[in-house]
């Protein structure tokens, strides 16, 4: 059953110094997220009988997946992507749904029981003045101490928007991809998506299947093609054998991969990249899983066009090699930024680019019991890498009550 209030630690406190347990380690863990990787985490931390509170800022589980885009299903298989302690139906096909996985993370809070609290947003984390737990400063005045915290925030947190310059002035329509739902609004308009990565190819075949007049994708970076799935066999089956291979190993085979499956689009603007596949997920850009992408641009369906540096008075969009273009519409599918440094910048746990420095099981120095989840972006599948990443978090935990 899921709790929609919080329990003992609920009430506003007096100042942090005055906080006191008898046994620190009958404090709760506080799980910051009801994503798939908080979820997750509470549960293996049940499972080990540890108790685990979790703190969600919207008023339901599984936020960030209801606000996808209708057509959006997983790029993982339905078995790969269960988390653990319930499977997904198998009525959801290979590749989920986005309504039949937020109908998973609704039951699966159910069949566990997780102790959830929604409508609660945690804004800071802190150290205990007694230094055997964390602080939690949340909405309400609420000060909420536990012995261990996991920040499950998620990847795609907040909407990042580049500072285009004159984009306040622009006339048409501009709307990140976060808030793109389908593309009966865009027919018969002419719709520019910035950004291919796997929501921007998407959004931009979504529009053709809805009657869009024009569609023209705006890349910066030529991005890396596959296809989902290849005689049956998963990409994400590939990306779980290789990931363990040297990095360079890994590039060559998906070279030779890339041009027995995916054709050359050089004509059509999409050259294959000059970086390997692995050097570049590596450094965060996952390849691109086509859903319809590639057909599109080979037929002329979407234009390839150069990335976009700005724009200027009466509608106009100025591209990076020096074209002008006047689109109705603009979809920015340039991503999300995690956010996290009003709640644990102070730490010193984030790199120069605002990501946990540690991350799964792995802890930093000078912040034990603090663990992070959902912060990466593995070829192998993210749902399954966070189920992982659950079981060790919650065994480091027992072990640091040990």
Same mark, same amino acid.
């Given at each position: 059953?899921?709790?929609?209030?919080?329990?003992?630690?609920?009430?506003?406190? /007096?100042? /942090? @110094?005055?906080?006191?347990?008898?046994?620190?380690?009958?404090?709760?863990?506080?799980?910051?997220?009801?994503?798939?990787?908080?979820?997750?985490?509470?549960?293996?931390?049940?499972?080990?009988?540890?108790?685990?509170?979790?703190?969600?800022?919207?008023?339901?589980?599984?936020?960030?997946?209801?606000?996808?885009?209708?057509?959006?299903?997983?790029?993982?298989?339905?078995?790969?992507?269960?988390?653990?302690?319930?499977?997904?139906?198998?009525?959801?096909?290979?590749?989920?749904?986005?309504?039949?996985?937020?109908?998973?993370?609704?039951?699966?809070?159910?069949?566990?029981?997780?102790?959830?609290?929604?409508?609660?947003?945690?804004?800071?984390?802190?150290? $205990?003045?007694?230094?055997?737990?964390?602080?939690?400063?949340?909405?309400?005045?609420?000060?909420?101490?536990?012995?261990?915290?996991?920040?499950?925030?998620?990847?795609?947190? $907040?909407?990042?928007?580049?500072?285009?310059?004159?984009?306040?002035?622009?006339?048409?329509?501009?709307?990140?991809?976060?808030?793109? #739902?389908?593309?009966?609004?865009?027919?018969?308009?002419?719709?520019?998506?910035?950004?291919?990565?796997?929501?921007?190819?998407?959004?931009?075949?979504?529009?053709?299947?809805?009657?869009?007049?024009?569609?023209?994708?705006?890349?910066?970076?030529?991005?890396?093609?596959?296809?989902?799935?290849?005689?049956?066999?998963?990409? @994400?089956?590939?990306?779980?054998?290789?990931?363990?291979?040297?990095?360079?190993?890994?590039?060559?085979?998906?070279?030779?991969?890339?041009?027995?499956?995916?054709?050359?689009?050089?004509?059509?603007?999409?050259?294959?990249?000059?970086?390997?596949?692995?050097?570049?997920?590596?450094?965060?850009?996952?390849?691109?899983?086509?859903?319809?992408?590639?057909?599109?641009?080979?037929?002329?369906?979407?234009?390839?066009?150069?990335?976009?540096?700005?724009?200027?008075?009466?509608?106009?969009?100025?591209?990076?090699?020096?074209? #002008?273009?006047?689109?109705?519409?603009?979809?920015?599918?340039?991503?999300?930024?995690?956010?996290?440094?009003?709640?644990?910048?102070?730490?010193?746990?984030?790199?120069?680019?605002?990501?946990?420095?540690?991350?799964?099981?792995?802890?930093?120095?000078?912040?034990?019991?603090?663990?992070?989840?959902?912060?990466?972006?593995?070829?192998?599948?993210?749902?399954?890498?966070?189920?992982?990443?659950?079981?060790?978090?919650?065994?480091?935990?027992?072990?640091?009550?040990?």
């Amino acid at each position: 059953m899921i709790t929609l209030a919080l329990m003992e630690d609920s009430a506003p406190r /007096p100042a /942090p @110094q005055a906080i006191t347990a008898a046994n620190p380690a009958d404090r709760p863990v506080y799980v910051i997220g009801g994503g798939p990787g908080g979820l997750a985490t509470a549960y293996a931390l049940r499972a080990l009988g540890i108790r685990a509170v979790v703190v969600e800022r919207a008023d339901a589980v599984g936020a960030s997946w209801r606000r996808h885009y209708d057509r959006l299903h997983l790029h993982t298989t339905r078995r790969l992507s269960a988390l653990p302690g319930l499977k997904m139906p198998r009525r959801f096909g290979r590749w989920a749904a986005r309504d039949d996985v937020v109908r998973y993370l609704e039951k699966y809070a159910e069949v566990h029981e997780l102790e959830i609290v929604t409508g609660v947003e945690v804004s800071r984390v802190e150290r $205990t003045a007694d230094g055997a737990g964390w602080l939690l400063r949340a909405t309400g005045g609420r000060e909420l101490v536990g012995s261990a915290v996991v920040v499950a925030t998620g990847y795609n947190h $907040t909407p990042y928007l580049p500072d285009w310059p004159g984009r306040e002035e622009f006339t048409g329509e501009l709307t990140h991809a976060g808030a793109y #739902r389908d593309g009966a609004p865009y027919a018969g308009r002419d719709v520019l998506v910035v950004g291919v990565g796997n929501t921007g190819a998407e959004i931009a075949v979504d529009l053709v299947e809805h009657g869009a007049g024009r569609v023209r994708l705006a890349v910066r970076t030529v991005p890396h093609l596959v296809r989902r799935s290849t005689a049956g066999w998963a990409a @994400q089956y590939s990306g779980i054998l290789v990931r363990r291979l040297p990095v360079a190993l890994v590039d060559r085979i998906c070279r030779v991969m890339a041009r027995a499956s995916i054709p050359d689009l050089s004509a059509h603007g999409l050259p294959r990249p000059d970086t390997g596949l692995y050097t570049r997920a590596r450094q965060g850009a996952i390849p691109v899983q086509d859903v319809g992408l590639i057909e599109a641009v080979r037929k002329g369906r979407v234009e390839v066009v150069a990335a976009v540096e700005g724009f200027e008075d009466g509608g106009k969009v100025v591209l990076a090699d020096g074209t #002008r273009i006047s689109p109705d519409a603009v979809v920015a599918a340039t991503g999300y930024v995690r956010a996290l440094e009003p709640l644990v910048g102070h730490l010193g746990v984030l790199d120069e680019r605002g990501r946990p420095v540690a991350h799964g099981a792995r802890t930093c120095e000078e912040a034990p019991g603090l663990y992070f989840t959902g912060f990466t972006t593995p070829i192998s599948g993210t749902l399954r890498e966070l189920s992982i990443d659950a079981e060790k978090i919650a065994k480091a935990v027992r072990r640091a009550r040990r």
